[in-house]
């Protein structure tokens, strides 16, 4: 079984999807803490249903950081008890990301590890265990995003994680791993929803998906019909 870790932040106003608000955005500071609190709730829905293993691995911004991260959650997830809460440590996301993998890979002993993030907005339980699958073949599974980024990462060992997740994070990760030896496998490509770019492509693919009868995330389609995203001209200019 893959432990999964959700690497998330306590949505709070102007600390969340920073890339998604300005001047020539429809969304707002208080609108990015909403649909990033819709992109955690899915995220953790998509790796419960999976077959691995729910870690929420958050920022202590707070004193109230996990009770607030629980509370979040809770109304997306079938058992809370079965989830663990752990915060994060590190100073930049490669070594959270890192810290959190090799903790668990090297003092936990588990078989494999994945690192994905809310803004991993499409992320699917298909997704999660094709990694599963060709973890057991492969020491890295990477799941590519545009631009040369990854929205999910998993391992079945540990790597050099300083700086891995750095731009182009698909070809630094596949770097580190192939370097030592490590073979390297890749699932489908997928999006990431950090900048206002992305942010009319995943309105774009979840409206057109809910128009033909497919699976959305329905947390995050809920968020962008309350927010007004897929109104006509909303995104017109992104």
């Known amino acids: ?86 915060r994060q440590v590190g100073s930049v996301f490669s070594s959270r990301a890192g810290n959190t993998a090799t903790h668990l890979l090297k003092r936990e002993q588990q078989d494999s590890v994945a690192i994905t993030t809310p803004e991993a907005a499409l992320l699917s339980r298909s997704q999660i265990d094709a990694a599963a699958m060709k973890l057991r073949q492969s020491a890295v599974v990477l799941g590519p995003a545009s631009r040369g980024r990854v929205y999910y990462a998993g391992f079945h060992d540990p790597i050099d994680f300083e700086a891995a997740f750095d731009s182009p994070a698909i070809e630094t990760l596949t770097d580190r791993a192939s370097t030592t030896g490590r073979d390297v496998d890749f699932i489908e490509q997928s999006s990431l929803l950090e900048t206002q770019d992305d942010l009319s492509g995943v309105v774009a693919q979840l409206r057109a998906r809910r128009q033909a009868d497919r699976l959305v995330p329905p947390h995050t389609m809920a968020a962008i019909d309350e927010l007004g995203l897929g109104d006509t001209g909303s995104l017109a200019d992104r």
């Open 1 to 86: 079984m893959t432990t999964v870790a959700v690497l998330c932040d306590p949505p709070q106003a102007g600390a969340v999807l920073t890339g998604l608000t300005g001047t020539a955005s429809p969304l707002s500071e208080e609108g990015a803490v909403t649909l990033y609190t819709a992109l955690l709730r899915d995220s953790c829905r998509a790796v419960e249903r999976s077959g691995g293993e729910l870690l929420v691995n958050y920022r202590e911004r707070t004193d109230n950081a996990e009770a607030t991260v629980r509370s979040l959650v809770e109304p997306a997830l079938d058992a809370l008890d079965d989830v663990r809460f752990e």
